[in-house]
């Protein structure tokens, strides 16, 4: 018999903006042995609702409990697993780097220009660099800055929203 194959899944979850409401996500996810590889909560366009995006690795089985499991959480007004979905998904990458030398300030200088980068902070010996893209890009990027010296990092992990032109967004919240 076939193994069911694991992928990472990117779901998207508008929640009513109250104490307890992650808390609740995350108690389903720990209780039942489910891990999320990265979580982002933010205000939507309503203060009063908030968007949660997580990324989680499954089988099309275990994310498909997932998403009626989190649409049976009280606070939770919309699920929507959008791995297959056309959609806008970015990262916000902070990373500070050794730059002790004319070459690696060069070096360092030509990759955050190749990536659409920003050098946010300087000292004599460190840059610290912004990043916002996809996965892939961000990725690639802490690649080829390794070599410099990474001292210290933080990902946010992804946000993603459907794309407008496809037509399948949360426009009304409060419907199931």
Known sequence: MERPQHRKHVISVLVENQPGALARIIEL?????????????????????????????????????????????????????????????RELLVVRINVDSNEKKEEAKRLVE??????????????????????AQVDAFLELIKPLGIREMARTGRVAMVRALQGDTFSDKREF
Request: negative net charge.
């Open 114 to 135: 190749i990536f659409g980068a920003q050098i946010v902070d300087i000292s004599h010996d460190t840059y610290t660099i912004e990043l916002t893209g996809d996965e």
């Open 29 to 89: 996810f720990s209780s039942r042995g489910y891990n999320i590889e990265s979580l982002n909560v933010g205000h939507t366009e309503d203060p009063s609702i908030s968007r949660i995006t997580m990324v989680a690795k499954g089988d099309e089985h275990t994310i498909e409990q997932i998403v009626k499991q989190l649409r049976r959480i009280i606070d939770v007004f919309k699920v929507r697993d959008l791995t297959d979905k056309k959609k806008l998904d």
